[in-house]
C-alpha cells in the first residue's frame, strides 16, 4: 500500500461519534423553535457534514441572521451541556492518531464544525495537540464537498495533495478530497455507506491506517 506523509481528518464521525449528541440537539432546536416534527434520525444523521447555517435552513426554510443566532445560540448551549456524556471516539482513534504524530506525519482536520464547537471535543479526548491545521468553515468561502477547505488544509500543513490521505466518513468528504488531488479513505462505521465506492480506500477502524504510514 503507498505510504502517506500527510493525513487530513474530517471531524464528525470520523474521529469523533457525534450521532447521538447531534440528533438529541437538533431535537431539543426544534422543540424550542417549532420546528419539524416528523424528521427522522437518519434525515438528522444525512445532512451531518454541511454547515450548521444550511441545516437548518434545510429544516426551518431560509432563515434570518437574527433568527439564526438565536437557533445557534440556544443550540450550542445544550450542546456543551451534554457532550461530555453523548460523545466517544471511534474505533482505534486514540492510538492511531498518536502513533502518526510518533510518525513523524502531518495532521489535519478539515471539519463543517466551527471551531467554537469542535474545540471542546477535541479537548476534551486529548487530541488538540495532534493537529496544528484544523480547517472550519471560518477559513473558506466554499465548504465541502467544494475542495477548497482541503486545499487550504494542504497549504496550511505545507503538504503535497499526491502525497496526502483524507479521511472521512460521508461523500461528502470523499468528494471533497478527490476534487483537491487527495487519496480517500471512507470509515466503514458511517451510518450511511453511499461514499465507500468512491473512495480509494476503507477500514473498519482507524488502526488499519497505520498499514499506510
Known amino acids: 500500500m503507498k505510504e502517506y506523509s500527510a493525513y487530513l481528518f474530517d471531524l464528525d464521525g470520523t474521529l469523533i461519534d457525534t450521532r447521538r449528541m447531534i440528533i438529541a440537539c437538533f431535537r431539543d432546536t426544534f422543540e ?19 454547515p450548521y447555517r444550511e441545516q ?16 445557534r445560540r440556544e443550540h450550542m448551549k445544550h450542546q456543551l451541556s451534554v457532550f461530555k456524556t453523548a460523545l ?12 502518526l504524530a510518533k510518525l513523524g506525519k502531518k495532521l489535519g482536520i478539515v471539519t463543517s ?47 503535497q495533495p499526491q502525497e496526502t490521505l483524507f479521511v472521512g466518513d460521508a ?3 470523499i468528494e ?26 476503507t477500514v473498519s477502524d482507524m488502526r488499519q491506517l497505520l498499514d499506510f504510514s
Open 113 to 159: 464544525r466551527t471551531l467554537e464547537s469542535g474545540q471542546p471535543f477535541l479537548e476534551h479526548f486529548g487530541l488538540m495537540s495532534f493537529f496544528p491545521v484544523i480547517v472550519t468553515p471560518d477559513h473558506t468561502k466554499r465548504h465541502k464537498p467544494d475542495p477548497e477547505p482541503v486545499k487550504e488544509a494542504l497549504k496550511q500543513l505545507g503538504a
Open 32 to 50: 424550542k423553535f417549532g420546528g419539524p416534527v416528523d424528521v427522522t434520525d437518519d434525515e438528522i444523521n444525512n445532512l451531518i457534514g454541511i
Open 56 to 71: 437548518i435552513n434545510r429544516f426551518f426554510g431560509t432563515v434570518d441572521d437574527r433568527l439564526y443566532a438565536e437557533i
Open 171 to 173: 461523500l461528502f468528504d
Open 88 to 99: 466517544s471516539l471511534c474505533p482505534g482513534v486514540q492510538e492511531t492518531i498518536g502513533d
Open 176 to 201: 471533497a478530497g478527490r476534487a483537491a488531488g487527495t487519496a480517500t479513505c471512507f470509515t466503514l462505521w458511517s451510518p450511511v455507506d453511499v461514499g465507500a465506492a468512491a473512495a480509494d480506500w
